[in-house]
């Protein structure tokens, strides 16, 4: 029972080592092309220093080392493998009774628990870099008004509106939507009020609306119901739970928002008429990244435990690397399809995961024959 446990761990160690050094070579890779394409963007931006541009570079590096961690997993634990069958020590385990399974475990679990690692303690601290990364670009680089003004500057929303009977709701429509600040303003705004039915109860028109702290000021507003002339023009508060930085994160990238503060915030997008599904979409397939590990580096194992003296190291390197592109492409394809809802989100964000796992099950099979 001893020597099994010291191989598992010896192992372990050599894999971890193996992944880490390789999430560190693909990071720096990855970061220093995004440094160098925001030098070309910050060319005709006097304010973009160099300064400014190092940190915002700075800034993204958890976010691209997420996105590296499955393949930093292959690539690592090819090597590892490859390493430990060349050196003949995985052959002298194997004559000594220890099966590919058993000494697979470790390295597996030590992958699950860096997927684990990276949604619950990397992925907060991701997105509020990548947050503020993306607000200095916003700042610095880009000429737009920020995540409204690709919008057109108009706003839909959906709110409870718990002035009117139970379950009433209100739809806001604005246009010329402008962020100053902590204060979001809108002109030409029309609210409509619903009961719990969707029954139209009255009909408010707005000149011009601010979103405060928890209310809607609605200034020169006329409130016109059915079978009643319209009201004079008046100054109007209606309670809200929206504020604007979550105004302004439902138009924003998903990879801004905390993976604990992701249900809730999903939540109050369904009950604001957001649409949540890139955020539903981005929430799965973080729950998904631990198995989506512990898949790659069952695949890197697939591939390099054949014995040295086969050869083929090319071929190895070459067949690990296209089917971790492949994996990525679907997992890229099924995210459009889950966007478009052409595809349940669920599925779309777990089906790399589930086809990568099932595919290395089959390699180990295929290599094991004991």
Request: proline content about 5%.
């Amino acid at each position: 029972m001893t020597q099994p446990i010291t191989l598992s761990i010896y192992i372990a160690r050599q894999f971890t080592g193996a992944v880490i050094g390789m999430l560190l070579s693909l990071s720096g890779l990855v970061a220093l092309f995004d440094f160098i394409e925001l030098l070309r963007r910050s060319i005709l931006k006097p304010d973009a220093t160099f300064a400014v541009v190092s940190e915002i570079a700075a800034l993204r590096l958890p976010y691209i080392a997420m996105q590296v961690l499955p393949f930093a997993i292959l690539l690592g634990g090819m090597l590892c493998f490859w390493r430990l069958t060349r050196s003949s020590e995985l052959v002298v385990a194997r004559a000594a009774g220890v099966s590919a399974w058993e000494f697979l475990t470790a390295p597996t679990l030590c992958a699950l628990a860096l997927g684990i690692f990276a949604t619950t303690v990397v992925s907060p601290l991701s997105s509020v870099m990548f947050g503020r990364a993306e607000a200095m670009d916003n700042s610095y680089l880009r000429t737009g008004g920020g995540p409204l003004a690709l919008n057109g500057g108009q706003l839909w929303l959906r709110q409870s509106d718990h002035s009117l009977a139970p379950q009433g709701v209100a739809i806001f429509h604005a246009h010329g939507v402008e962020l100053h600040g902590k204060r979001l303003t809108a002109l030409q705004v029309s609210v409509f009020r619903l009961d719990g039915r969707d029954r139209l109860l009255s009909r408010i028109e707005a000149g011009q609306a601010t979103l405060g702290a928890g209310a809607w000021q609605l200034q020169d507003a006329r409130v016109i119901q059915p079978e009643h002339m319209p009201e004079p023009p008046a100054t109007i508060s209606l309670p809200t739970d929206l504020t604007v930085a979550r105004v302004e994160e439902s138009f924003a990238s998903p990879d801004t928002l905390s993976f604990w503060g992701l249900p809730d915030f999903i939540a109050l997008l369904d009950r604001s008429g957001f649409s949540s599904i890139r955020h539903r979409l981005h929430f799965q397939a973080l729950l998904a990244l631990p198995l989506l590990c512990a898949t790659m580096a069952l695949v890197g194992a697939g591939f390099s435990l054949r014995p040295a003296r086969r050869g083929g190291v090319a071929q190895m390197i070459g067949s690990g690397v296209a089917t971790g592109f492949a994996l990525f492409l679907m997992s890229k394809i099924a995210e459009e399809f889950g966007q478009t809802g052409a595809l349940p989100v669920a599925l779309a964000a777990w089906v790399p995961a589930v086809s990568g796992l099932m595919l290395a099950l089959a390699l180990l099979l295929h290599t094991e024959d004991g």
